[in-house]
């Protein structure tokens, strides 16, 4: 089947719920991706933030290859040794005491509401909890998450979501106090929003609002869906406040293409909310994705990424802060570590497919804004082929 086929027969059956790039991706090596065409395209998105550890990745492929022969799926009615080491490892990481495994990020984002809502009916038996969520943010598009996603465009069509959420202004703390009363039991924010622009969370803010979270004991939710996992140049972008979320919620590059997430939480929330039939998957946690967990945080520390993200990241600002220089239509530059965007005064779809043809994978985040979410182990020169072929698209 040749490229154009392949195209024609997925629009003729998939449902129509994306608008694809005209490109069939076939392999890929290294920072690099081929289609089906054979050409080359350096990629600046990791399949959203997914991909960190570079494709044709030896031995993720054989830690997978071998679990796949002894073991692939045997439910949560038992215990599986690579899910056991994985939640052992990512809640040491991550300084969360308790860990349940998902399949995506959205599914992450319902078990953390969930839990907010155990806890809060744990301590006065109401069933009208409220949660504080953020405008412009992205959780998923699963109920509670859409439900809390701060994008109308997405939500409203679906209406009505899961009960009382109140929309805050992301880095506006008055705004989040304002909206706090008796029911509240969750605020959830992202720690750097994602989808809707590249948003780092300010200090004072996030500040503020544990502090108004450990004063009220309504629990803060940190979605680091995107922004976690090393991409920062912090194993979780939440470090870098020196605060600690009560739920955490993950995915991404958690399995870094096996589909995996995860929610996790303090020993104080876990005790305080979920008991043995308060939640379940029959996927959830399974040999293979503990397997892809293991071997990703096994490379993350053996190749020092977030080591490597840190190092690099002025490099890739620099040359970010070049381009905003030489072009006048790049507006804004922002973000944290691996995880920039470009704010432009055009559409940044136009820009995207130009790069494109220019054999370079970047992403959107709004009209607007270009999104750079690059595998973590990228290098300068690659930094520098981004730039240089940014510079002749944008020119
Ligand atoms: C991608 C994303 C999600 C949803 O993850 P899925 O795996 O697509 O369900 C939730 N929150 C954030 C911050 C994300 O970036």
Redesign the pocket.
């Known amino acids: 089947m040749n490229t154009e086929e392949i195209i024609k027969r997925g629009e003729q059956s998939f449902l129509h719920t994306y608008n694809r790039y005209p490109i069939v991706l076939d392999h890929g090596e290294g920072v690099y991706l081929y289609d089906t065409d054979g050409k080359r395209y350096l990629d600046f998105g990791a399949g959203?933030?997914v991909f960190a550890l570079g494709y044709g990745n030896r031995e993720y492929n054989e830690a997978l290859k071998a679990q796949t022969d002894r073991l692939i799926h045997t439910s949560n009615l038992f215990y599986n040794a690579p899910a056991a080491e994985a939640a052992e490892k990512i809640t040491a990481l991550s300084g969360m005491d308790r860990v349940f495994f998902t399949n995506?990020?959205?599914?992450?984002?319902e078990g953390a509401i969930k839990t907010a809502r155990k806890y809060a009916y744990t301590r006065d038996r109401n069933t009208d909890h409220e949660i504080i969520a953020m405008e412009h943010s992205?959780?998923?598009?699963?109920y509670g998450?859409l439900s809390v996603t701060g994008n109308a465009h997405y939500r409203e069509p679906f209406g009505p979501g899961i009960g009382k959420i109140r929309f805050a202004e992301f880095n506006n703390f008055e705004s989040v106090k304002q909206l706090v009363n008796e029911k509240t039991c969750a605020v959830i924010l992202?720690t750097v929003q994602?989808?809707g622009g590249i948003h780092p969370a300010d200090r004072s803010f996030l500040h503020s609002v544990r502090a108004l979270c450990d004063e009220r004991d309504i629990l803060l939710i940190l979605?680091?869906?995107?922004?976690g996992m090393g991409r920062t140049g912090s194993m979780f972008a939440f470090e870098d406040y020196g605060i600690r979320p009560d739920v955490l919620?993950l995915?991404?590059a958690l399995g870094c293409g096996v589909?995996v997430?995860a929610f996790l939480m303090s020993e104080r929330v876990a005790e305080r909310s979920m008991i043995p039939g308060d939640h379940g998957s029959t996927y959830g946690g399974n040999p293979l994705a503990g397997a892809a967990v293991v071997e990703v945080l096994r490379q993350f520390d053996e190749r020092k990424i977030v080591e490597h993200v840190r190092a690099l990241t002025p490099v890739l600002e620099e040359s970010l802060d070049a381009l905003k220089e030489r072009h006048d239509c790049v507006k804004e530059r922002r973000g944290a570590g691996f995880m920039q965007a470009l704010e432009l005064d055009r559409p940044a779809g136009e820009v995207v497919k130009a790069a494109q043809k220019e054999g370079l994978i970047v992403l959107t985040a709004g009209e607007k804004i270009l999104r750079l979410v690059p595998p973590l182990v990228i290098e300068k020169k690659d930094i520098e082929e981004m730039s240089g072929i940014l510079d002749k698209v944008l020119g």
């Open positions: 959203i933030a995506s990020g959205t599914e992450a984002v992205f959780h998923g598009r699963s998450a992202e994602g989808e979605d680091e869906i995107q922004c919620t995915a991404k589909p997430g």
